[in-house]
């Protein structure tokens, strides 16, 4: 890839779709839930652990990222010129169909959120034409994939302004400090649905063919979203469980709606959570592919011919 093609900085190529990626669908449908189940205090807990898992790799991703000389590829072309190609090849195919895959569930998740409200709308359909609009924005490159990204983060941020703007304490709000697991739950239990939320930092590093300085940018970005989607969860599990009561956090998964200014930015900032994370796999994975290729060329090509 040609250094021209190498535009993007540490903001817009890693921590905005790094961002983007984590605060995503549970942080919408299952922050609540876990409130209600595990109470303020272990729900603390929870993003404390699962967010010490989620710096130790954003450090240990860093560590490989300075050492090497990244290029397109992302994980696997670190991960390949840290342990090796066999190594790299044997974790970049699977990569790559997770990838490819995951485009199709966070499609649902956005089809499933549109029907919530339309429900006259069919769901195939809608998936599919969805499924073009962010393949034609994928197919122009990353630059306009960057700028997409740009808009949905602004409208991730008014929703999350809708949401924090409309901070009211509720009378009573101490119950929820102490945990209350509905029957067959436990603090492991859902810490396991809750920790999904915090991962995502393989969506910068996806963009590494694309950046400016991807030594400089990758540790940069990411650890700097590791940090701010941190505090932002922390924010938002305490006006959860100070706004409202245990009943709604577990039985109502759209409970941060109840309490926005503008509760419609609640369901815009789903779409856009569900709608970047979806752009982010359709860039990823082909990078990934591209990447796998280009080393099998050069595998075949310094065999020696029998």
């Known amino acids: 890839m040609s250094t021209e093609a190498r535009k993007f ?14 605060l995503g669908v549970i942080m919408f449908l299952r922050s609540g839930w876990v409130v209600g189940n595990a109470g303020l205090k272990s729900a603390l807990i929870m993003l404390c652990l699962a967010n010490a898992v989620t710096l130790v790799s954003a450090l240990s991703l860093s560590a490989i990222a300075t050492n090497t000389k990244a290029q397109g590829g992302g994980a696997y072309f670190l991960i390949s010129r840290s342990l090796g190609l066999a190594f790299g090849g044997s974790i970049g195919l699977p990569l790559f169909l ?23 709308i069919d769901g195939r359909m809608f998936s599919v034409v969805t499924l073009g609009v962010l393949f034609v924005v994928a197919w122009f490159g990353a630059n306009l994939a960057i700028k997409a990204q740009f808009l949905i983060i602004l409208v991730l941020g008014l929703s999350l302004l809708s949401f924090f703007g409309g901070f009211e304490v509720k009378e009573g709000w101490k119950a929820t400090l102490d945990p209350a697991y509905e029957t067959g739950q436990n603090f492991w239990t859902v810490f396991a649905i809750f920790f999904p939320a915090v991962t995502g930092i393989m969506s910068g590093v996806s963009m590494s063919g694309d950046l400016k300085d991807p030594t400089h940018s990758i540790p940069r970005g990411t650890i700097w979203a590791v940090v701010f989607t941190f505090f932002v969860y922390g924010a938002q599990l305490i006006w959860l469980a100070m706004t409202a009561d245990r009943s709604e956090l577990i039985g109502n998964s759209m409970v941060m709606k109840s309490g926005a200014i503008v509760p419609e930015l609640i369901i815009a900032g789903l779409w856009a959570a569900t709608l970047s994370s979806a752009l982010a796999s359709l860039v990823a994975a082909p990078r990934t592919l591209q990447a796998l290729g280009k080393d099998l060329s050069l595998i075949h090509i310094s065999e020696p011919t029998r």
């Open 9 to 22: 900085g540490t903001f817009g190529g890693v921590f905005v779709p790094n961002v983007l990626t984590i």
């Open 98 to 120: 997770a990838q490819a895959i995951s485009v199709a569930f966070y499609i649902v998740g956005f089809t499933e959120s549109v029907q919530y409200l339309w429900p006259q």
